[in-house]
C-alpha cells in the first residue's frame, strides 16, 4: 500500500510537472519567435526580477518591502544593461560577449566547487549577504545577456536562426529536466549528490541523457539548416550542456537545502517557483554560446 502511494505521487508529480511544460511551450515559442529584441529584453528581465524576488529569501530577507526593493533594484539594472547591450554595434557586442562568457566560466566553474563540497562550502557564504547577492548576479546575468545575444543573431540567408536556437537548447534541458524526472522516480536508487539534492539519482540522469540524445538526433534531423557544425559536434557538445545544466539546477538546490526551503515559489505547478524552472537553463545557456563559438559560428551578425 505504501508503495502504491508513492508511485501514485510520484505520478501525479510528473503530471503536473509535465502538463506545465506543456502549457509553456506554446508561450516560449511565442516569445521567442514573434517578440522583436527589445521585448524580449523586457521580458527576459520581468522573468528575472521576479526570480530576484525568490532569491531575497536566501540572502535573508523577510519583509516583503525589503523583497520588492532589492528585486526592483535588480530588474531595473538588468534592463538598462540590456537596452545598452543591444544597441551596440557587432564588433562591441562580440567583445563584451566574450567578456561575459569568461566571467560566466570562471564563476561556474567555483559554483561547481562549492556545489561539490557543500556543505562545508556554506560555511563560507552561508551568512554573507553580500555573496549570496553577488552569485545571484553572476547566476542570472549572463543567462540574459546569452538570451538576447542569441536572438539578435543570424546569417543572411536564415534570419531567425537566433529563436531556432534558443528553441533547440530550451527543449533540450526540458526534455532533459523532465526525463530525469521520471526515471529518477520510477528507477533511481543510486544519488547522485545526496548532500545538495537527495531525489536526484545516477538512474535519473542517465535516463535524462538518453531521452536528451534522442530529441537532439530527432531536432538535427527535421531543422538541419540551423546547425553549421557536424552532426557528431551538436551531439557532443549537447551531451555536455545537459551536463552542466545539472549544476544550474544544484546550485539553487544547494541554497534551498542550506534554508530550509522546499520550493521558492508556487507560480508555476509542479515545478515550484521561477527559479525553480530557470536553473537549469542559467548554466546551460551560456555554455551552449560557448559551443556555438568553438563548433560552428565563428561570426555573430546583429540584427
Keep these: 500500500m505504501q508503495m502504491s502511494l508513492k508511485y501514485d505521487k510520484n505520478l501525479s508529480n510528473f503530471s503536473h510537472r509535465l502538463v506545465s511544460s506543456i502549457f509553456l511551450i ?17 521580458v527576459s528581465a520581468f522573468v528575472s526580477t521576479l526570480a530576484a ?38 564588433f562591441m557586442m562580440n567583445q563584451i560577449m566574450k567578456i561575459i562568457l569568461i566571467i560566466g566560466s570562471i564563476w561556474w566553474f567555483f559554483a561547481i566547487i562549492l556545489i561539490t563540497t557543500f556543505p562545508k562550502s556554506s560555511k563560507i557564504w552561508g551568512n554573507s549577504s553580500v555573496l549570496k547577492s553577488l552569485f545571484y548576479v553572476l547566476t542570472i ?7 538576447i545575444f542569441l536572438k539578435d543573431m543570424h546569417r543572411n540567408d536564415h534570419p531567425t536562426i537566433g529563436s531556432w536556437l534558443i528553441l533547440y537548447v530550451i527543449l533540450l534541458v526540458w526534455v532533459f529536466d523532465i526525463s530525469s524526472y521520471f526515471f529518477g522516480k520510477m528507477l533511481g536508487k543510486k544519488k547522485l549528490a545526496e548532500h545538495v539534492s537527495p531525489n536526484k539519482t545516477i538512474e535519473g540522469v542517465l535516463g535524462g541523457m538518453a531521452c536528451s540524445q534522442i530529441f537532439s538526433w530527432t531536432f538535427f534531423y527535421i531543422n538541419t539548416s540551423i546547425f553549421l557544425g557536424s552532426k557528431y559536434q551538436i551531439f557532443f557538445s549537447s551531451l555536455i550542456i545537459v551536463i552542466i545544466s545539472i549544476f544550474g539546477d544544484l546550485l539553487e538546490s544547494m541554497f534551498k537545502r542550506k534554508f530550509g526551503i522546499k520550493d521558492t515559489g ?38
Design 53 to 90: 524576488w525568490e532569491w531575497s529569501q536566501f540572502i535573508g530577507f523577510k519583509k516583503q518591502f525589503k523583497k520588492l526593493i532589492y528585486a526592483f533594484l535588480f530588474g531595473f539594472s538588468l534592463l538598462f544593461l540590456e537596452f545598452f547591450f543591444i544597441n551596440l554595434d557587432e
Design 266 to 303: 508556487r507560480i508555476i505547478p509542479g515545478h515550484g517557483g521561477i527559479l525553480d524552472r530557470i536553473d537549469s537553463l542559467t548554466s546551460a545557456i551560456p555554455t551552449f554560446i560557448v559551443f556555438l563559438k568553438l563548433f560552428t559560428y565563428d561570426q555573430f551578425i546583429k540584427v
Design 26 to 42: 506554446p508561450i516560449v515559442i511565442f516569445s521567442i519567435f514573434l517578440l522583436s529584441s527589445r521585448m524580449v529584453v523586457q
Design 141 to 147: 546575468f549572463p543567462f540574459n545577456f546569452c538570451i
